[in-house]
């Protein structure tokens, strides 16, 4: 029994090194498998039958002269069969996702005209579950065995019970979210800032160490670092939107004051384009004369919350960023004094976060990916003029080429990264 | 020659997997480290005298029956023998200690009244020199052999070149430092901030997880998690003086504006007890009557820096910390607003880093720890007021034993790591 017990953990412990071999390699043959690996020749043989016939590799079918005379067949990660659900759960939009096994995304699917916070959990998680199974009968059809998926939440998720304590901007408190799932796969809750970095590293620019920003109707942060999502203690650092701006700012959802999210969310955002909010900095929606970090001639003027139930405190998801962009398309200078002024306060919470935790790149996304042509010189030059005695290097301010589907693609990603690192748990025996 | 490479690596290899197994015990028999170790007893043998021969571990004399009938005598790590040198250069004192191998703190010196704003760095390093020189006399006098040092310095450091590109407290920029300095021994540079938490982790609470935050005339941060600590892309994470209190408070030698240190370092703080800075929040210089986070009657008024040359800017070191201490315990007002206005500035600051980092405690070292009976509670008012809604625990905030001598003892910490982590290169062969 013991004997048995020992001979499963070493197959499933060889299993993940052959497969991680031949992910690392692209395709590659049998001999060069058992020489990354150090296993005989025959071991690798009955490892990459067993693979190939769970549908994890497949053989390339391209028969080249192996470097010791004889023809070799190639073995690569297979498309075909194991794939990943993604998904989000975000204020204003619900997402869904496919992805294979080789990292190719299938099937996306997002609802766009809801608001999720006038809605109670179980209704989104209805709905939620009608966009899953939409997009995983598609992939059915496509051939693929969906094996797992991960849900992206906005708010800090403990990731053992899968309960969401506190999403304030969903207006949810102690949501058992994991249990209230019903899926035929395992499904795992967690932070949507955490998965949009992770979808970043994986699907979208390639650094190794950057700062994602997730701009929604809540602003979240995920630090990569050589690779690695950095968690923090109890899984919720990155909690960028609740950074202080200005310390007697407006009130936020949060309990804070002049939080960064109340100048540059999604909300604030379109509030303060309907010209609703404190006049921009600067008042007159042109760009600074100095970006020295010299005194401004005008500050954002705090304190200034629409009272609930005004006009444009609540935005219908179909007024969303696109308004907004269209506004700022036409050159209307309530939307581009909003911009400038979302920017400048990004820019402050990210030279706090830069001085905090020395990120080599920052990387915007959500929201801030379209709104970038209007936002990005300003928050660079508000982090340069932070930050640049000290600094040699200021961190480059790139735009994510994902969006607001980043968190999705990486909670895909992380089912996938899951099958990588335990193909055994998949196959039969 | 490959054969003897290859023995000579695994020899190192050996030494450090058994002096780290006498390490983790504190003390053990030879049959016990071969258990531990999975070598043979024969190889552990050799190695225990090998270690006890270069004077790393010793034999306790102890003679207890063992496990197997016969006496077993137990080694453990030596404290007579291999020491290390810790070294701090900070704005207005220099600091010198020796640890032996069995992590006691053998000696300790600092000079007090010293401006090192006002001198040369190669006159620093002079006064630096003289100082290590003494203790290291010391330490020989005792019977030790300082093998390495680690100096720390409040300023990002290029870990490879040695280089301190900007320590805008010391007017330092770009000083080669390693190459200045002039011992019969290794000595490397890093970080005051960084330093000082591992001075925490290894002589301090033993907690695993947590932000230190070394005040003195700058104000740096370490956050150390699972026992490791974190240091960004670049080094140069853990600014926690320029993270933003007000984007438009006093400006900073850094460049930015109504950054923590200019409300909380050092310099800042005994500036405002003297009278001459803003009003203090509250301007009673009592306790606010709420800690809600709701807008206080009155704010840090900014912009308020005295002038350059005033009374009260540059304090001689011997008015530093026990000048303000007196002040306090007298009850002086201006000197408690100070502390006021301080603690609630780290307070803000500190949200910002929970917020982005997550640490599982916070401990308050430097001049925070004999100021800490004043600014304590409110630093954690003020971490309750801005986290507590979206947190369940806020991150609790307590002092630091070690106080401003945690730098030079993480710095004398980490060469007895290096040891610890290569005996082989101290060993003879």
């Known amino acids: 029994m013991t004997q048995a017990v020992r001979h499963d953990a070493m197959r499933a412990r060889n299993l993940a090194l052959v497969l991680g071999a031949v992910g690392a390699r692209g395709s590659v043959t049998r001999a060069a498998l058992a020489e990354m690996t150090g296993l005989t020749k025959t071991t690798v043989s009955k490892l990459v039958g067993d693979l190939i016939e769970g549908g994890l ?12 005379g004889r023809p070799g067949v190639e073995i690569r990660i297979s498309g075909q069969h194991v794939a990943a659900l993604g998904l989000e759960i975000n204020v204003d939009y619900l997402a869904a996702c496919v992805v294979d096994l080789a990292r190719t995304v299938r099937l996306r699917r997002s609802t766009q005209a809801v608001d999720n916070r006038a809605a109670s959990p179980v209704d989104v998680i ?13 992939a059915v059809e496509k051939g693929l065995r969906v094996v797992g998926g991960v849900l992206a939440v906005p708010g800090p998720v403990d990731m053992t019970s899968g309960v969401v304590h506190n999403a304030p901007n969903l207006g949810w408190r102690d949501v058992p979210l994991a249990s209230l799932l019903r899926f035929p796969f395992p499904v795992g809750v967690e932070n949507e ?7 970043e590293l994986w699907f979208g620019s390639g650094l190794p160490d950057f700062l994602h920003v997730s701009g ?3 602003i979240g942060a995920g630090l990569v670092v ?19 701006v200005s310390p007697d700012g407006p009130q936020c959802r949060c309990g804070g004051r002049g939080c ?6 999604q909300d604030a955002l379109q509030t303060a384009a309907r010209g609703a909010a404190a006049p921009v900095r600067p008042a007159t929606g042109t760009r600074p004369a100095t970006t020295s970090g010299d005194a401004p001639a005008v500050s954002p003027r705090e304190g200034t919350d629409a009272p609930a139930g005004a006009p444009g405190t609540l935005l219908p998801a179909q007024q969303g960023v696109s308004w907004l962009l269209s506004r700022l398309r036409e050159g209307d200078p309530d939307a581009r004094a909003a911009c400038e002024r979302a920017a400048w306060a990004l820019g402050v919470a990210l030279s706090s976060a830069v001085n905090l935790v020395d990120p080599d790149a920052i990387v915007l996304g959500g929201i801030y990916a379209p709104l970038f042509p209007w936002i990005g010189h300003m928050v660079a030059d508000t982090l340069k003029a932070r930050l640049g005695q000290m600094r040699g290097a200021v961190p480059p301010v790139v735009v994510s080429r994902l969006g607001a589907e980043a968190a999705a693609l990486g909670a895909a990603g992380q089912v996938i990264e899951q099958v990588m690192a335990d193909p055994a748990a998949l196959l039969q025996h």
Chains 1, 2 share one sequence.
Do not use: C, K, P
């Open 57 to 68: 590799v497949v053989e390339t079918g391209t028969v080249r002269d192996g470097e010791r």
């Open 126 to 138: 209805a709905r939620l579950g009608d966009l899953a199974a939409s997009v995983v009968d598609e």
């Open 193 to 199: 800032a955490n998965l949009a970095a992770l979808g």
């Open 216 to 218: 929604e109707i809540g």
């Open 226 to 244: 050589r690779g690695r999502l950095f968690r923090g203690a109890h899984g919720f650092a990155g909690e960028l939107g609740h950074v202080v």
């Open 260 to 265: 960064l999210e109340q100048y540059a969310g």
